[in-house]
């Protein structure tokens, strides 16, 4: 097995390119994402069920898809600079269900006025779905951003909509 290497897979919210380097899932990619590599720097393409790691990350995420995980256990590493870096630490601690702003973020991070910077980086995650950068909105509540589609996101949020608020709803 290649240390880099990488597994197309079809999921529920379509076709996604799993990405690992050793023992760590590295990249989760849309086929038309914002801010794919390259193909050539996937490595060696491998069936995702002959590969461990790629395996456990298909099948964590078709568990999240449906409804029946909420936490992830294979190993990750987004690979960024240190700001990138900071912000997706922030990104993992956003509780299942909840949602939160790219200012709140900033204000995390000591300064409401690197909200942009801090977009810039959630639209760089490599690893969206399983760093859920699908958790962060505008300040007025609005889906704004998400490097696999805006369709996705609202799909993602859906699915981690609190019963309670879904109970609520008039549609």
Aim: aromatic share 8%; charged share 25%.
């Amino acid at each position: 097995m290649s240390a880099r290497r990488y597994a197309p897979v079809v999921s529920t919210l379509g076709d996604v390119t799993l990405v690992a380097d050793g023992g760590e899932l590295v990249g989760l990619y849309f086929p038309h994402h914002w801010s794919r590599p390259d193909a050539s720097t996937f490595g060696e393409q491998v069936d995702a069920s002959s590969d461990p790691l790629l395996a456990q990350a298909a099948h964590e995420l078709d568990e999240y898809l449906a409804g029946l995980r909420r936490e992830f256990a294979v190993p990750l590493a987004a690979r960024g600079d240190e700001f990138q870096a900071r912000v997706w630490a922030l990104l993992r601690q956003i509780p299942y269900g909840r949602t939160t702003t790219y200012g709140a973020l900033a204000e995390q991070l000591g300064d409401r006025r690197l909200a942009q910077k801090v977009g810039q980086a959630v639209g760089r995650n490599p690893l969206c779905v399983f760093v859920a950068c699908h958790r962060v909105i505008g300040a007025d509540g609005a889906l704004t951003g998400y490097a696999g589609g805006l369709e996705r996101k609202r799909r993602l949020l859906e699915l981690e909509e609190p019963e309670e608020a879904r109970a609520g709803r008039l549609f």
